[in-house]
T-cell receptor, first 112, second 116 residues
Framework: AQTVTQSQPEMSVQEAETVTLSCTYD???????LFWYKQPPSRQMILVIR??????QNATENRFSVNFQKAAKSFSLKISDSQLGDTAMYFC?????????FGTGTRLTIIP | DTGVSQDPRHKITKRGQNVTFRCDPI?????LYWYRQTLGQGPEFLTY????????KSRLLSDRFSAERPKGSFSTLEIQRTEQGDSAMYLC??????????????FGPGTRLTVL
């Protein structure tokens, strides 16, 4: 069974700084997808960024980028120029066997 | 289309009562998923449908839980004889086949269930 581990329950950073959230996963599959989802307080889950395992190039979406290390089964999220609106729970997720498996999340607080 | 919607947003019930939740997916999405999220945890998979067919159920889905998607559009999740351990956020997500895969899921706002 696939597992996803997020080892940082909480993080905080000053506005405009850069922060990196860690995620590791375990799988025996060779092709899969990895995601970072954001869940703001009392609001719904939204997709931040997606990575296809067969692609070597790390995904980037504006201020969000990932560092995907397939051999190490590591998938970290970097948020540059952090903004107050980035305050949220961030979940790393693995898509395999037709469903998502989530980590336990990292609560990120951006400090003004 | 405004995205995935769920109803009700909040439900408070007494132990032993039955509850039913509804999910309306994005209209062109033929896959629909249910997840459960307890406080401080990530969502956990419960079940999913492709069109009207229920293709997989998690072991988390005890026989008190039943889900349907009768016409391949909206879905309902019913919990019979609720227990306090059923208190959680129930999330619905939908997806469409994209480049050969259904991996990108769009989530609804969830139904928060509190069992007293």
């Amino acid at each position: 069974a696939q597992t996803v581990t997020q080892s940082q329950p909480e993080m905080s950073v000053q506005e405009a700084e850069t922060v990196t959230l860690s995620c590791t996963y375990d799988t025996s599959e060779s092709n899969y997808y990895l995601f970072w989802y954001k869940q703001p307080p009392s609001r719904q889950m939204i997709l931040v960024i997606r990575q296809e395992a067969y692609k070597q190039q790390n995904a980037t979406e504006n201020r969000f980028s990932v560092n995907f290390q397939k051999a190490a089964k590591s998938f970290s999220l970097k948020i540059s120029d952090s903004q107050l609106g980035d305050t949220a729970m961030y979940f790393c997720a693995y898509f395999g066997n037709e469903k998502l498996t989530f980590g336990t999340g990292t609560r990120l607080t951006i400090i003004p | 289309d405004t995205g995935v919607s769920q109803d009700p947003r909040h439900k408070i019930t007494k132990r032993g009562q039955n509850v039913t939740f509804r999910c309306d997916p994005i209209s062109e999405h033929n896959r629909l998923y249910w997840y459960r999220q307890t406080l401080g945890q990530g969502p956990e998979f419960l079940t999913y449908f492709q069109n009207e067919a229920q293709l997989e159920k998690s072991r988390l889905l005890s026989d008190r839980f039943s889900a349907e998607r009768p016409k391949g559009s909206f879905s309902t999740l019913e919990i019979q004889r609720t227990e306090q351990g059923d208190s959680a956020m129930y999330l619905c997500a939908s997806s469409a086949r994209l480049a050969g895969d259904y991996n990108e899921q769009f989530f609804g706002p969830g139904t928060r269930l509190t069992v007293l």
